[in-house]
């Protein structure tokens, strides 16, 4: 695709159940990374990708969270047992190098845990 | 640990208006600088991007430069329209992924 799409769009579910988010990256991007935009937090760093390995986790806040990345393309985030504090709008990028490539982001997926 | 800041966190001008938005960061070793528009409930819209070996870049109103030794950046935007409203967002990439400030929100009041 033109650029990197997210799904889904939106996502209300109740505290305590699992939820899995998609990002497809730009063709060709060997890079991905995972951000959180919290209402009054900014913009916080969770996980990255090259190729199929995920180099810094350091930003996961917690064992419930999770990503994956197969095939050096899609990658899902998943996270269990959902709480309120996991609301947010959860952003993809790609980008075809790490360092300095710049990063491209997708819609992003706003999740509502309730 | 790198830290962003963005000031004002909030800025509203007439129509017209040329303004400058303020981004500083702890950490020189940096790789980029880049500045995003967000919109309302939408994702982030890369407006320029700084290599550290660079000093400025420029794109139609908008012009950002960098001073890497001091760890500060600056987004001129020149004769603000109303369509300019939004919030922006400087982020840095040095060792780790971007760092992201909090943003400036800006109102253009036609």
């Known amino acids: 695709g033109a650029g990197v799409s997210q799904s889904p769009s939106n996502k209300v579910t109740e505290k305590g159940k699992d939820v899995e988010l998609r990002c497809d990256p730009i063709s060709g991007h060997t890079a991905l990374y995972w951000y959180r935009q919290s209402l009054g937090q900014g913009l916080e760093f969770l996980i990255y990708f090259q190729g199929n390995s995920a180099p810094d986790k350091s930003g996961l806040p917690s064992d419930r969270f999770s990503a994956e990345r197969t095939g050096g393309s899609v990658s899902t985030l998943t996270i269990q047992r959902t709480q309120q504090e996991d609301s947010a709008v959860y952003l993809c990028?790609?980008?075809?190098?790490?360092?300095?490539?710049?990063?491209?982001f997708g819609p992003g997926t706003r999740l509502t845990v309730t | 640990k790198q830290e962003v800041t963005q000031i004002p966190a909030a800025l509203s001008v007439p129509e017209g208006e040329n303004l400058v938005l303020n981004c500083s960061f702890t950490d020189s070793a940096i790789y980029n600088l880049q500045w995003f528009r967000q919109d309302p409930g939408k994702g982030l819209t890369s407006l320029l991007l700084?290599?550290?070996?660079?000093r400025e870049q420029t794109s139609g109103r908008l012009n950002a430069s960098l001073d890497k030794s001091s760890g500060r950046s600056t987004l001129y935007i020149a004769a603000s329209q109303p369509g300019d409203s939004a919030t922006y967002l400087c982020a840095v990439t040095g060792n780790t992924p971007l760092v992201f400030g909090k943003g400036t929100r800006l109102s253009v009041i036609a």
């Open positions: 700084i290599q550290s070996s660079q």
């Open positions: 990028a790609s980008s075809s190098g790490t360092g300095d490539y710049e990063q491209y």
